[in-house]
T-cell receptor, first 118, second 111 residues
Framework: GAVVSQHPSRVICKSGTSVKIECRSLDFQATTMFWYRQFPKQSLMLMATSNEGSKATYEQGVEKDKFLINHASLTLSTLTVTSAHPEDSSFYIC??????????????FGPGTRLTVT | DAKTTQPTSMDCAEGRAANLPCNHSTISGNEYVYWYRQIHSQGPQYIIHGLKNNETNEMASLIITEDRKSSTLILPHATLRDTAVYYCIVRVGGGSYIPTFGRGTSLIVHP
């Protein structure tokens, strides 16, 4: 199946700094990418949906100025957590969707990035 | 998308079949049943999906009832590596779908 990578897999940063997480579709073009956040023992919560070349659509309650999403190409989306605080510590997962009828619009997930803010 | 109901947790012995149920009584005719699983500290992994016929692949089998109001994911010979949270999702097949996850079933496979 299709592969989605994330980098870094783990990151520790100090409170007040910014962290960028990359999500890449390695062997397919992803017109649409999704970013999720997952707290311990909870399910994945959708943060935002991004389409290549356009602004991301954020879910209710997610601060767009704090979680900057850039989907600059069909294989790369980035999530930047600005001015990170300890409560932003979480597991961030991206997902890429093939927007092709022949690919049945399948969705593939990255391995996740563990962010710890100290 | 139709809501799904899954047991919070299940367990089974290694080597035995694991049968994970999912209720989706409000499913629409154009909605598929998808199963994903998430091993601890990893991203979700696609397992299988179906519309109304039973499906089988190298990972699992999916049994959908005739009225499509429920389904069962079967792992025929569970291993310790199958310990994970299993999510049953009902979704349309087209590109307008925005994927959301419920709480899933935590499956523990024990020796």
């Amino acid at each position: 199946g299709a592969v989605v990578s994330q980098h870094p897999s783990r990151v520790i940063c100090k409170s007040g700094t910014s962290v960028k997480i990359e999500c890449r579709s390695l062997d397919f073009q992803a017109t649409t990418m999704f970013w999720y956040r997952q707290f311990p023992k909870q399910s994945l919560m959708l943060m935002a949906t991004s389409n290549e070349g356009s602004k991301a659509t954020y879910e209710q309650g997610v601060e767009k100025d704090k979680f900057l999403i850039n989907h600059a190409s069909l294989t790369l989306s980035t999530l930047t957590v600005t001015s990170a605080h300890p409560e932003d510590s979480s597991f961030y997962i991206c997902s890429a969707r093939t927007d092709s009828y022949r690919s049945s619009y399948e969705q593939y997930f990255g391995p996740g990035t563990r962010l710890t803010v100290t | 998308d139709a809501k799904t109901t899954q047991p919070t947790s299940m367990d089974c012995a290694e080597g035995r079949a694991a049968n994970l149920p999912c209720n989706h009584s409000t499913i629409s005719g154009n909605e598929y049943v998808y199963w994903y699983r998430q091993i601890h500290s990893q991203g979700p992994q696609y397992i299988i999906h179906g519309l109304k016929n039973n499906e089988t692949n190298e990972m699992a089998s999916l049994i959908i009832t005739e009225d499509r109001k429920s389904s069962t994911l079967i792992l025929p010979h569970a291993t310790l590596r199958d310990t994970a949270v299993y999510y049953c999702i009902v979704r349309v097949g087209g590109g307008s779908y925005i994927p959301t996850f419920g709480r899933g079933t935590s499956l523990i496979v024990h020796p």
